[in-house]
């Protein structure tokens, strides 16, 4: 390559200049691309879940109040762990236990999952069922959906039942405050749990965000629209349930439904003509039918 830059007259010594002033550059384009790929990487190593820890860092991360994320990757570790029949996590049940009073709702609903992990766990079936009164739906989903696989007379626990049936219908989503509607979103868009419904401006003229409690589509007719004046704890929307929350309730009636629940089963694929929620709907009722013939 040295050739490229000799010139008629030039010495050796002189062609080489170029080449040693373009290195800073290269080096820099180096450090700069190498960061493109370590920083991504980092990120997605100190948040992954599936990252093992020991069981120091398991007991370190789930009292670590400052970081959720933390104890949720703790939790998860030890849902693995539950999966694999490894009794040594048997040692984190208490904390686990003490986590269904976390502030952090991503933590409760993790916290949940897990402890429908070991059906055997009298400590965890009391915990799941004093997650039924939880303020959070999606807490009070996965506490229902959990609770199934324990026994109660020789029976899936039905305590969730109406946790269940409201998961197959449209949610009621109220504004935590009173104000003026700033903005909202239209009749039929879709939205998940977290995400922004609307803004709301209370009586100091601030503007508050109002985020969906759970995943679905706003259904027509909205209440409100922008510019009204509503009161706390006023229904702004009405949001009908998404595919996976009426499959996973379909999937837990069919072993605690009634003949109750048979109407609202049947109708269900009214409002998700999806093929799969039929077919779901249609097992459901057949389970639910054995039982009470």
Known sequence: ???????????????????????????????????????????????????????????????????????????????????????????????????????NVEVRKTVAWVMGQDNTSEEFHRGLLSLLSDNEPLVRRNAALQLVRFAVNEQPDASGRSELRAMLQPFEAKSPIAGTLVSILPAGSEVHAGSLLARIRDASGNTQEFRSAVDGKITTPVITKEGDTITANQTIAWLAPDHMTILASLRALAYVGTSDDLPLVESIAQMDARPETASEASATAKAIHSRFR
């Open 1 to 103: 390559m040295e050739n490229d830059f000799v010139q008629p007259n030039v010495t050796t010594s002189q062609a080489v200049v170029p080449t040693q002033s373009r290195r800073p550059s290269n080096i820099w384009l180096i450090i700069v691309a190498a960061l493109f790929i370590i920083v991504p990487f980092l990120t997605w190593y100190f948040t992954w879940f599936g990252r093992s820890l020991s069981d120091e860092k398991i007991a370190e991360y789930l009292v670590d109040e400052k970081h959720p994320r933390n104890i949720q990757h703790a939790l998860s570790q030890i849902e693995a762990r539950m999966e694999k029949k490894d009794a040594s996590v048997k040692k984190f049940y208490p904390r686990i236990v003490e986590l269904t009073n976390n502030s």
